[in-house]
């Protein structure tokens, strides 16, 4: 990913602060989910008494551990993709590919923010106890939080998407080799380099 002074690269660093945050949330989320198995399987073998709601503690944790640092990954373009056809193209043709890729997920998320927010509005209820209409089946704590989680998470990935297709669309246009807020495809060579040059600087 590259930076410059622009005003695309300073929006992109701004958004990728939040997005930094979410992946920390992300992060405690998982270290969490590992407490509540310490806490069970201890409490089962030493007391007999496993952590009461294990199942819906788990429940409610996995949206924050699967979706809210998606954005994260789709900056630095770390996500899950299938680089065989796009690590041989170049130029504009690599720039018009991965703009349509793009713009096509962007419009699943806004169907997929339509989607999840109708679901959260269906939980959520101002009158109710905790303001929710459902909850877990152990020990009843209210889902929407969870369910919240998505819709944010997808709309700041929303915003991400944005950003990369206009910055794939600026180096469509001018045919620039380096544009910056979007990431750059690497070989598998690169790739090895890279993650190579990463366990010398840990290692130091």
Do not use: C
């Not at 992109?12 to 969490?32: H, N, P, Q, W, Y």
């Not at 201890?42 to 007391?47: D, I, K, M, P």
């Not at 009461?52 to 954005?71: C, H, K, N, R, T």
């Amino acid at each position: 990913m590259l930076e410059d002074g622009s005003l695309l690269s300073r929006i992109d660093r701004t958004l990728l602060k939040f997005e930094r945050f979410l992946a920390l949330i992300a992060g405690i989320a998982v270290f969490s989910l590992m407490l509540f198995a310490v806490r069970s399987v201890g409490g089962r073998a030493l007391f007999e008494a496993p952590l009461a709601g294990y199942v819906d503690w788990i429940e409610q944790l996995m949206p924050f551990v699967a979706i809210i640092a998606v954005s994260y990954a789709q900056r630095d373009g770390t996500h899950i993709r299938m680089d065989l056809l796009v690590e041989n193209l170049r130029g504009r043709a690599l720039w018009l590919f991965e703009l349509i890729t793009v713009t096509a997920i962007f419009l699943l998320i806004l169907l997929l923010i339509w989607g999840s927010w109708a679901h959260f509005d269906r939980s959520f209820d101002f009158s109710r106890p905790l303001w929710s209409r459902d909850s877990t089946t152990d020990i009843a704590l209210p889902l929407w939080p969870a369910k919240l989680v998505v819709p944010v998470a997808f709309s700041v990935l929303a915003l991400r998407l944005l950003i990369q297709m206009y910055g794939y669309g600026r180096a469509l246009i001018f045919g620039l080799e380096h544009p910056v807020a979007v990431p750059m495809v690497l070989d598998a060579a690169a790739q090895a380099a890279a993650e190579a040059e990463g366990l010398e600087e840990q290692e130091t």
